[in-house]
């Protein structure tokens, strides 16, 4: 005889990924003469949930090391930039309760375009971000309510156990 019982448990009700790109534009007092490198660190992010949007905030720190004074000198720039990214997620039950965000980073935030204008310097930086809605939702499985037999234990201990088999006068049997 089966029955139906209904587990309440955590599962992914909606799940994504988005790419973004920004562009930002830094001034700095002299002219750059070359870009010697860009790195973006110490990216923070998290998402909550706002209706049927999720609004995922975070920053990260941009370094860019240039030369300028015709590549004598060098110097690196240090900003931290903030964002706020929005995104519509579709879930994949109406029903739920108890929705929280899981954010995770795909891509790190690296620049993929750095150029000099003038006293300026524009760079972009792109980011894949990984979205998961966790919520609760009722499972129903089915159960059976007849207990499997019971297997039957033998003892096999057997007459010529190990110490019937040692003889005390081994040693003095057999001299070495």
Same mark, same amino acid.
């Given at each position: $005889?089966?029955?139906? +019982? !209904?587990?309440? /448990? #955590?599962?992914?009700?909606?799940?994504g990924k #988005?790419?973004?790109? %920004?562009?930002?534009?830094?001034?700095?007092?002299? /002219?750059?003469? /070359?870009i010697?490198? =860009?790195? &973006?660190?110490?990216?923070n992010?998290?998402?909550?949930?706002?209706g049927?949007?999720?609004?995922?905030s975070?920053?990260?720190?941009?370094?860019i090391?240039y030369?300028?004074?015709? @590549?004598?000198k *060098?110097?690196v720039? +240090?900003? /931290?930039?903030?964002y706020?990214? &929005?995104?519509? $997620?579709r %879930?994949? @039950?109406d @029903?739920? %309760?108890? !929705?929280?965000?899981?954010?995770?980073?795909?891509?790190?935030? *690296? =620049?993929?375009?750095?150029?000099?204008?003038?006293?300026?310097?524009?760079?972009?930086?792109e #980011?894949?971000?990984?979205?998961?809605? &966790?919520?609760?939702? #009722?499972? +129903?499985? !089915?159960?059976?309510e007849e207990?499997d037999?019971?297997? !039957?234990i033998?003892d096999?201990?057997?007459?010529? %156990?190990?110490d019937?088999?040692?003889?005390?006068?081994?040693?003095?049997d057999?001299?070495?």
């Amino acid at each position: $005889m089966s029955s139906y +019982k !209904e587990i309440v /448990t #955590k599962a992914v009700i909606g799940k994504g990924k #988005k790419q973004f790109t %920004t562009k930002h534009v830094v001034q700095i007092a002299e /002219t750059p003469s /070359t870009i010697l490198g =860009c790195w &973006v660190i110490n990216h923070n992010f998290h998402g909550e949930k706002v209706g049927n949007q999720i609004i995922i905030s975070g920053s990260y720190d941009v370094n860019i090391w240039y030369s300028y004074d015709n @590549d004598t000198k *060098t110097d690196v720039i +240090k900003e /931290t930039q903030s964002y706020q990214e &929005v995104v519509r $997620m579709r %879930t994949l @039950d109406d @029903d739920v %309760t108890g !929705e929280q965000i899981i954010v995770r980073s795909l891509k790190q935030p *690296t =620049c993929s375009d750095i150029s000099i204008s003038n006293h300026e310097i524009h760079y972009t930086i792109e #980011k894949e971000l990984g979205i998961e809605l &966790v919520g609760d939702v #009722k499972v +129903k499985i !089915e159960t059976n309510e007849e207990e499997d037999p019971w297997d !039957e234990i033998v003892d096999e201990s057997s007459d010529n %156990t190990i110490d019937e088999q040692l003889n005390d006068d081994f040693i003095q049997d057999n001299p070495i």
